[in-house]
């Protein structure tokens, strides 16, 4: 029974995740703006996490579910890549060294704003 509270639990988690998103991608849509309806939704939750409007518990199962299987959410945009395959022929090595610099781009830039948010116990 415990099981089956825990999934639940988890369902609507992963809903309220959802929720945000939509919000975001309307809020996209009724202003007319150009940055993606995912990215404005992930803001406004980071500012009721952060003003504690919302509580961390009320989404942290669902959003450790949705990590422990983010690898599953690449499969698509993969397969995606696929049927553009003409695009990338012969462009192999630009393709890998624009993989390198941007991997490394993101690893510095995440690693020094974890840094300077536990150094100012935000974290």
Partial sequence: MKELGNIFKIVIQIAILFIFYYIGVFIQHFLQLFIPGSVIGLILMFLLLTTRILRT???????????????????????????????????????????????????????????????????
């Fill in 57 to 123: 518990n009320w989404v942290d199962a669902g959003a450790k579910f949705m990590m422990k299987h983010l690898v599953l959410f690449f499969i698509p945009a993969t397969v995606g890549i696929l049927n553009y395959y003409q695009l990338f022929v012969g462009k192999g090595v630009f393709l890998i060294i624009i993989t390198i610099i941007s991997t490394l781009f993101v690893m510095i830039v995440s690693g020094s704003v974890s840094g300077f948010l536990s150094r100012k116990n935000m974290y």
